[in-house]
């Protein structure tokens, strides 16, 4: 059974920072691209950040780079997010999301297993 679980969500300040994990079992996870997507009150879900199961490379949004990290623990089937100063339009529900084989890509569709979010909420 494909599982892939947040935590580490929160209520945090204004250029405050959190820690997002997401620790996933069932699949393949040492040879899947995992991406982070959020999706706000009344807009679309949108991809933030992805790691590449290759070589660990990396791609950000324009919006979240040199705020946000993405890492992995493949001991661990284990992906974060460093989110550093926050801002009140990083409030959403955060995602992460597993693709078996995929090449770098923060478009959600693509994607093929899913966890069930975790809220962030940033006060201004």
């Known amino acids: 059974q494909v599982q892939l679980v947040e935590s580490g969500g929160g209520l945090v300040q204004s250029g405050g920072s959190l820690l997002l994990s997401c620790t996933a079992s069932g699949f393949a996870f040492d040879r899947s691209t995992i991406g982070w997507f959020r999706q706000a009150p009344g807009k679309e879900r949108e991809g933030i950040a992805c790691?590449?199961?290759?070589?660990?490379?990396?791609k950000y949004k324009e919006s979240v780079k040199g705020r946000f990290t993405i890492s992995r623990d493949n001991a661990k089937n284990a992906v974060y997010l460093q989110m550093n100063n926050l801002t009140p339009d990083d409030t959403a529900v955060y995602y992460c999301?597993?693709?078996?084989?995929?090449?770098?890509?923060?478009?959600?569709?693509?994607?093929?297993?899913w966890g069930q979010g975790t809220q962030v909420t940033v006060s201004s």
């Open positions: 790691i590449s199961w290759l070589d660990d490379s990396t």
């Open positions: 999301a597993a693709g078996e084989g995929l090449g770098l890509t923060l478009k959600s569709y693509q994607y093929e297993f």
